[in-house]
């Protein structure tokens, strides 16, 4: 049983940046693969980017690539999703995920965390 926490979400100006965290435990840390996907207010939730568990291999949505990046410790057993230049639309809760690569990236994560708020506005 996989558990994922996330933090660091705040309420941010545009242009600014952002390094959230998921901690995961309850699973070696190089079993599962962890994603972050985001779900904005009256919108579908959508995948930005997962790590593979072992050889960290990193995966992006094609408009996700630039701004995010995803990173990993396996000692420490965290994930990282680091947001770059951040605009209005960014604003969406953001969420940690776990299972293999194929059903992060092609279907739906079986473990997720609750959420972490980031909010972009001036």
């Known amino acids: 049983q996989l558990q994922l926490v996330e933090s ?3 309420s941010v100006q545009p242009g600014g940046s952002l ?3 998921c901690a995961a435990s309850g699973s070696p840390s190089d079993y599962y693969s962890i994603g972050w ?3 904005a207010p009256g919108k579908e939730r959508e995948g930005i980017a997962c790590i593979s568990g072992r050889n960290q291999n990193t995966y992006y949505t094609d408009s996700m690539k630039g701004r995010f990046t995803i990173s990993k410790d396996n000692a420490k057993n965290m994930v990282w999703l680091q947001i770059d230049n951040l605009k209005p639309e960014d604003t969406a809760v953001y969420y940690c995920v776990g ?3 194929d059903t992060i990236i092609n ?3 079986k473990y997720w965390g609750r959420g972490t708020q980031v ?3 001036s």
């Open 119 to 121: 909010t972009v506005s």
């Open 107 to 109: 279907g739906v994560p």
């Open 19 to 21: 390094k959230l965290s």
């Open 99 to 101: 299972d293999f690569v």
């Open 37 to 39: 996907f985001r779900q």
């Open 8 to 10: 660091g979400g705040a």
